[in-house]
């Protein structure tokens, strides 16, 4: 049980320093850091630096589930489907605008499969943690 906790909070804090990254990134460099056209809109910019923030957050709060991962399942869930929603809206945008950049396609495979399997596999270590708990305080009380 303590092996998979720890396997799993590893691979929470690895998997949370890609949007943390990203977002910083975002923030720093505006719209212009996807290598497009630098004459950008400067509302186009504005939105994507807000979006950008919005990411690092998001990474943050995933970082704060690492300690305790066991008992973080609701932050952990939500975080999960705000993370998936984006991911269908990026795959709404390929389906109608085409395929994007093979960085883009990435996050979309974090976003809809990454993600919820990392949310599955902390659900699986909740339901553990808390089944030993039961049953260690079924072994601590007193026999009558």
């Given at each position: 049980?303590?092996?998979?906790?720890?396997?799993?909070?590893?691979?929470?804090?690895?998997?949370?320093?890609?949007?943390?990254?990203?977002?910083?990134?975002?923030?720093?460099?505006?719209?212009?850091?996807?290598?497009?056209?630098?004459?950008?809109?400067?509302?186009?910019?504005?939105?994507?630096?807000?979006?950008?923030?919005?990411?690092?957050?998001?990474?943050?709060?995933?970082?704060?589930?690492?300690?305790?991962?066991?008992?973080?399942?609701?932050?952990?869930?939500?975080?999960?489907?705000?993370?998936?929603?984006?991911?269908?809206?990026?795959?709404?945008?390929?389906?109608?605008?085409?395929?994007?950049?093979?960085?883009?396609?990435?996050?979309?495979?974090?976003?809809?499969?990454?993600?919820?399997?990392?949310?599955?596999?902390?659900?699986?270590?909740?339901?553990?943690?808390?089944?030993?708990?039961?049953?260690?305080?079924l072994l601590s009380e007193p026999v009558?």
């Amino acid at each position: 049980m303590l092996r998979e906790r720890r396997a799993l909070q590893r691979s929470v804090a690895l998997a949370a320093i890609l949007p943390v990254a990203a977002g910083l990134y975002g923030v720093l460099t505006g719209i212009d850091g996807l290598g497009t056209d630098p004459t950008a809109n400067v509302s186009a910019d504005s939105h994507f630096r807000y979006l950008s923030g919005l990411q690092t957050g998001i990474g943050l709060l995933f970082l704060t589930c690492v300690p305790g991962i066991e008992g973080k399942t609701t932050l952990f869930r939500f975080l999960t489907l705000v993370v998936a929603l984006g991911g269908l809206a990026r795959l709404l945008g390929l389906a109608l605008t085409g395929v994007p950049s093979v960085t883009m396609l990435a996050a979309l495979v974090v976003e809809l499969g990454l993600a919820p399997l990392l949310c599955l596999w902390q659900a699986r270590v909740a339901n553990r943690a808390r089944d030993a708990a039961r049953d260690g305080a079924l072994l601590s009380e007193p026999v009558r």
